[in-house]
Every structure is written in structure tokens, then in C-alpha cells.
């Protein structure tokens, strides 16, 4: 009988390990913004938002101070699903989003490409596409402000 509940307790836990590893993680386990999330939990807010697509070559960039575009890309950037590690690297396109809190911290979501970058490693990501598509869209929303001001 003690046989049979060890291999029963063997292979429930063999099963919750193939379990747990074929789970998705989410950005908010590997990124600074599981932090991010306790401390707006306990009141903390966002202030601004800071994106760079990161080219190196230009100022595709953007800062912001609206609430509904930082809610926005807050929703955007926690919806991606974090895949396997990447083979892939690329040397000249390193976006990056870095979420300023009121209580004088920062945390910073980088990318190389379109992989999330996770120390010296980059890994696929899924269910990208509405951040993409919005910081695009605030790039140029934020360069055109930009151009009008300076033509003024």
C-alpha cells in the first residue's frame, strides 16, 4: 500500500510540474511590472509613461502624463503572453516602455525587436499586437505635437 501512494504522489507531482511548465507566463511574472501591479494595489499610481521604439537613429518616442493613454498602454502591455526562449537577436531596433510611479520609482519593460528582453535573453512573445499598434500610433500622435509646436 505504501508503495502505491508513493507512485500515486510521484506522478501527481511529475503531472503539476508538466502542468506548471506548460503554463503561459505572463509578462508580469518576468517583468518589473508584477511590482508595478502590488504597488497600485496599495495606491501607488502611474504619473507618466515613457516609450522608445529605440532605433537608435531617430526619436521615435514618446512621453505621457494622460491617464487613459497610460491605462491604455498599461492594459496593452500586461495582455502579452510570454512564450519560449528566442534564438533570434537583432542589433538595431531595442523598444522599451518604462511606467514612472508616484512614489518616485520606475519599471522598465525592454524588447529587442519584437522579442521581450529578459536580462541577456529574449523571449517570444504572443498577443503583442495592441501595444504595437499603440505606441505606433502615440509615436506619431506625440511627433506630430511635436512638429506643430516647433512650427509655431
Do not use: H
Not at 27 to 56: F, M, S, W
Not at 68 to 83: F, P, S, Y
Not at 100 to 112: A, K, M, N, R
Amino acid at each position: 500500500m505504501k508503495k502505491i501512494i508513493a507512485l500515486l504522489t510521484g506522478i501527481l507531482l511529475l503531472a503539476s510540474v508538466a502542468v506548471a511548465e506548460e503554463a503561459p507566463k505572463t509578462i508580469q511574472n518576468v517583468t518589473p511590472l508584477g511590482d508595478i501591479r502590488k504597488k497600485l494595489d496599495e495606491g501607488i499610481t502611474i504619473e507618466k509613461v515613457y516609450y522608445t521604439d529605440g532605433y537608435g537613429f531617430s526619436t521615435s518616442e514618446f512621453t505621457t502624463e494622460d491617464p487613459e493613454e497610460i491605462a491604455r498602454l498599461w492594459d496593452a502591455v500586461n495582455a502579452i503572453v510570454v512564450g519560449k526562449k528566442a534564438d533570434g537577436s537583432i542589433t538595431d531596433w531595442y523598444p522599451m516602455i518604462d511606467f514612472y510611479l508616484s512614489d518616485g520609482t520606475e519599471g522598465i519593460v525592454p524588447f529587442e525587436a519584437t522579442w521581450l528582453c529578459i536580462g541577456k535573453d529574449n523571449y517570444e512573445i504572443s498577443n503583442a499586437d495592441a501595444f504595437w499598434d499603440l505606441t505606433s500610433e502615440l509615436v506619431v500622435k506625440y511627433t506630430e505635437t511635436e512638429r506643430a509646436e516647433e512650427n509655431k
